[in-house]
Each structure stands twice: as C-alpha cells, then as structure tokens.
C-alpha cells in the first residue's frame, strides 16, 4: 500500500486548473444505461472510482474507453441486470444503477453497498423512491433485487432527508416511466443539476431544474448523453482549505465560484481573502486563520466533504472554532489522526471543539477514508517536520494524483510505493 512522506511546514503559491468532479461523473455515467447508443463524457477526472465504475457498468454489458479526460460508454449490446457484492462493496455509488437498469431493463440485482468508515450508509430512500414508480423491490442475501417487467410508471414520492444518490437514482427511474412523477424535497448538489441537465439534453422531460421539487413526464426513449463534467468543487474547497492551513497565495482554474460559495464564505469569516473570477477563484491567506463556526448542511448550505479539511485548517486558528456534522454525525474518523499532528480537539457527539494551536507537528498517521485523509494531507503540509500518511489509496479514488498537485504548489509530499 502506497504511503505519503510529507516533510513542512510549506506554503503554498501557484496556479491549479481544478479536475472535473467525482461525484458528478458517477450519476452520468449511470445515466448511460438509460440510453442505447454510445455516450460521451469530457473532463472526466483519472480516479480509482470512475475506472471501477466502468467495470461495474462493463460487467452490464458496457463497452467503456477512457482516454485521457474522455469517456465514452456504448451501450448499444447492454444486456446485464446485475452489480455483484465484490464490485459494489468497493465503492458504494454503484447502488446508482438500480433505477436505470429498472428502467431500461425492467430487471435488476445489485448488492447493497453496505456501510463506510463513518458509520452506515442506509439505501432506503432509494428503495421507497423506486418503489413509488411501480418497481418490485426485495432485499435477499445481501442484494436487491428489483422487477420492472411491465415498466415504470409515474409516482410522487418525497425525500426525508434530502438525499443525492436518491434524488439521482429516482430521478433516473421516473425518466423512462410512463405517465408524470413529482419528486420533493430533491437534492439541489450542482452534480444533481448536472445530471438533471444531461437528461434533458438527452430528451428527458424535466420542469424544476435546481430547485426541491422536480415534475417528469416520462418519455419512450433518451439519446445518449453527451455532457462535460463541471469541476470538482471539493477538489477546490480541499485545496482552498490547504492554502487557510499552510498560508500562501493560489489561484484555480475552470471552477464555478458559485459552486464554492459556501465554503468560500466560511473561509472568509476565517479572514482568508478570496479573489473570485467567472471562472477561477484566488485564495491568500498570510497569519493563522481566524476561528469559526460551521455547521453542514446540504447544498446549498456548508458541504459535509469539506467538514475535516476545514477541521484541519481550525486546528491552527487563534482561537477556538466549533463544527457541527448534521449530515453524517459519525464522520470524525479525521479527529483522531489530527489530534497526532498535535491538534486540540474535543469530540461531543456531532459537535466538535476545535483550540487552535501555533503550528501542527509531523506523525505517523493513518488514512481512514477520503476526505478525512485529504486532511490528514493538508494537514502534513503545514506541520513542522515529517508526517508519513499510510493508506492513501483511500485519497485515489477522489483526488487526481494529489501529491503532484500539491507538490506543483510548493508542497514536499514523497509518494513511496508499498
Ligand atoms: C453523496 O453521497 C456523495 N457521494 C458523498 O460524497 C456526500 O458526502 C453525500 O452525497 C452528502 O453530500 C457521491 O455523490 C458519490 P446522501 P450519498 O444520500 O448520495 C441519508 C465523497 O466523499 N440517507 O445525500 O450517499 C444519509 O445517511 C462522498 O465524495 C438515508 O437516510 O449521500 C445521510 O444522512 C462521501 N437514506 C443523508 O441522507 C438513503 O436512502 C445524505 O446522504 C440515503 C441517504
């Protein structure tokens, strides 16, 4: 297993282009088997998880070909219905191609993706969705299995909570169903949006585009997508936190400021300046940041994947920051790693305490899941001294190569092969 040896404290100075984003690419690749013909991706990040979920979607039937930032997927001799337990278990956004496969198959049997390093992921809204447009849903062994055979029909059905991956997999389903669904309190992520964009291109027919509640009237039939993936707005918070950390002056490219407008509001209350372009942002920030309080939320509120690296960028402040995680109250894997690098922090349930400290001190730590370990990496870069970061094939699967992107900034960060 692959391991970072990071050596600080550096700052960090330069310009970044930002990747196209993970968890916009997943729904548009799912997207595909709704469609016959063979849809084309650009600016498709080089991740672990966009590569295993081309295996998932070949094991369908997909013929996939990555080259470079393009992907295309021909589905012209789809003819799968089936995601196994070996596939799903390694990356629990394969449950996306429940409502398509119900959809344009009428049949279904994917593994449920079970729970992650901060606690269980239930799959439940996505199941009732489901079930609201007409499909026969069962949990047997381990998997669901779903029947559609007389096809989909319109339904309503709201979300509680808000959910992404079960406003995208719903949302999915009604598409092809026959007759009118109205789905509430939907997700309004920009990698929902876009998803909701790729299928009315597509031929979908959707009213309610970014907002909570979304009307389809059902079609016969979709063209393949066709759509570049927006950029990686996790990518840039997480890069963005890093310069609030470490200090220093860095500008990136091919973001939508919109997008960040959350965590660029959090940063700024932590006086880090932002300088924001049509489409780049400008981050500088000189002393330690100024404490905070931040609270996740769903978008377009403060973003759960941003919740540890701003955590790491507090354990610096000059006073003491408080962060609440309504979203997944278990997601603290990061507080104990920090806490080796020096970090005071205090844990009551889903409320942190962070006391702001001078500086970080390198360690030994261990990479626990991926945007706890960007974290831990952010982290590395500001303390004093060596820090080695153990497991970073978790940081592989959302990140493009994150040691040379920082290393491009200033960063001493080794890649050791294990
Ligand atoms: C997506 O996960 C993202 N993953 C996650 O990013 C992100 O943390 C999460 O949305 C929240 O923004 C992808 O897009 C691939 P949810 P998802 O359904 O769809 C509860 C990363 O680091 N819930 O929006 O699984 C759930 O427990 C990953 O890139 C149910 O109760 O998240 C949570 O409390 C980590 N039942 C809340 O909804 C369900 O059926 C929001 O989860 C589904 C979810």
Redesign the pocket.
């Known amino acids: 297993m692959d391991r970072f040896i990071i050596h600080g404290p550096t700052r960090l100075a330069g310009e970044l282009a930002v990747s196209g984003a ?2 916009a690419v ?2 548009l690749m799912a997207a595909a088997l709704l469609t016959r013909g063979e849809s084309v991706v650009s600016n498709v990040p080089d991740l672990q998880d966009v590569r295993f979920f081309t295996t998932i979607l070949e094991g369908l039937g997909a013929r996939c070909t990555l080259d470079g930032h393009e992907l295309s997927i021909d589905t012209s001799n789809l003819a799968g219905f089936e995601a196994p337990y070996d596939l799903v278990r390694k990356m ?2 394969s449950v996306y191609v429940l409502g398509p496969l119900l959809a344009s198959q009428g049949r279904a049997r994917v593994s449920l993706p079970g729970g ?1 390093a901060w606690g ?8 009732e969705g489901l079930r609201a447009l007409g499909a026969k849903l069962e949990l047997n062994e381990g998997y669901i299995e779903g029947e559609s055979l007389a096809g989909l029909h319109g339904g309503r059905y709201r979300f509680e ?6 406003t ?1 997999n719903v949302l999915m389903g009604a598409v092809l169903a026959r007759g009118e669904s109205l789905l509430e309190n939907c ?1 309004v ?1 920009p ?1 929902v949006t876009q998803l909701v964009e790729a299928l009315i291109a597509s031929g979908a027919k959707i009213e309610g585009i970014g907002t909570t509640t979304l009307q389809i009237q059902g079609v016969d039939e979709l063209q393949p997508i066709r759509r570049r993936v927006i950029a990686d707005r ?1 990518e840039a918070g997480t890069l963005m936190a890093g310069v609030a950390l470490a200090g220093g002056r860095v500008r990136l490219t091919g973001v939508d400021p919109v997008h960040l407008r959350p965590v660029t509001a959090v940063l700024q209350d932590m006086q880090i300046r932002i300088d924001e372009d049509a489409d780049a942002l400008t981050v500088t920030a000189g002393e330690r940041p100024q404490p905070v309080e931040v609270v996740t939320r ?2 377009p509120g403060f ?3 941003m919740q540890a690296q701003i955590m790491a960028a507090c354990a610096v402040a000059t006073g003491t920051s408080f962060m609440t995680e309504t ?2 109250p278990d997601r603290f894997t990061h507080v104990a790693e920090l806490r080796r690098l020096g970090a005071d922090i205090r844990l009551d349930g889903a409320q942190a305490t962070i006391f702001g400290v001078e500086r970080l001190q390198g360690a030994p730590v261990m990479a626990t ?3 706890a370990s960007a974290a831990l990496v952010l982290a590395g870069v500001a303390a004093e001294g060596e820090t080695v970061i153990n497991r970073v094939y978790h940081i592989d699967r ?1 990140y493009e190569r994150i040691e040379e992107r920082l290393c491009s900034l200033g960063a001493r960060i080794e890649r050791v092969r294990g």
């Open positions: 993970k968890n997943l729904p629990r956004a992650c269980p992921r239930p799959v439940n809204l996505h199941l909570p808000s959910s992404v991956g079960a995208a997700a992520e990698e996790i769903p978008y973003p759960t994947d979203i997944y899941d991926l945007r959302g």
